[in-house]
């Protein structure tokens, strides 16, 4: 009610969070319909599940935004689903990262900050690139080089010399899970190398075993290896003590 009653045009909100009110809506019957004119999505990773979860309830252009606190926007997506750098608010360095030819190290500087620059700032992020800038049919003009946000540094999982983050794990749940899989998390079990997947799902029913098994085979064919995967169906995942989820996290 409160938000039909102060009709926001434009909405930048935690995606996550946002599907945990929109799924509740639909759960106890609640008649909104308000819709603004855009919706950014940021503060942490949006799975492309969820992506089309809001998709599918708010019908107006939405848009994948990323930044910092520290230093604030950073890359913003256009209406033909390209990342697009804020040029004129900072200047990026890529740092090859690890044995991954298209993943980079982010490091930024800060060029409208005069009270406190950032200078060579590494975010701690990663993100996916190209080696050329291509022109985008959206008009903008600002460097596209950069594709996507793949996750944290920290929150990676390495089978010798295989790297998987977020955005490689996202893409093998996206692909197998019939868009079933709601907030879901890897972990990573340091004493024996198993993994355990944890996941709700938006109806709060199961996914069938051939998608757990199809799951178990796409996780050993991207590492090339045989790792014991276990899972358990979750009615809810708690977030950090930041208020984030952990998509990928080492016990």
Known sequence: ???ELFKPLYIDVDPIYLSIL???ISDYGINFQYTPQAISLSYEYCTKNIRKFIESHIKCPIFNLYGSTEIGYILCEC???QMHLCDDLIQVELIPFKN????FSLIVTSLRNPFMPF???KTGDIVKATSSNNKC???LRTPTNIQW???REKDIITFGETVMTYGDLDEIVYSLSNNLIFVYQLLLEEKNGNLIFRYTTFNKKDIPQIHRRDFKAK???YFGTNISVNFIFEQSIRPEISGKFAIIKTI
């Open 79 to 81: 209406e033909c689903g």
């Open 22 to 24: 929109l799924n509740k």
């Open 137 to 139: 049919e959206c008009g």
């Open 119 to 121: 200078v060579n700032y």
């Open 1 to 3: 009610s409160e938000i």
């Open 100 to 103: 991954r030819t298209d993943l």
């Open 219 to 221: 996780i050993n064919e």
């Open 149 to 151: 946000v793949m996750g």
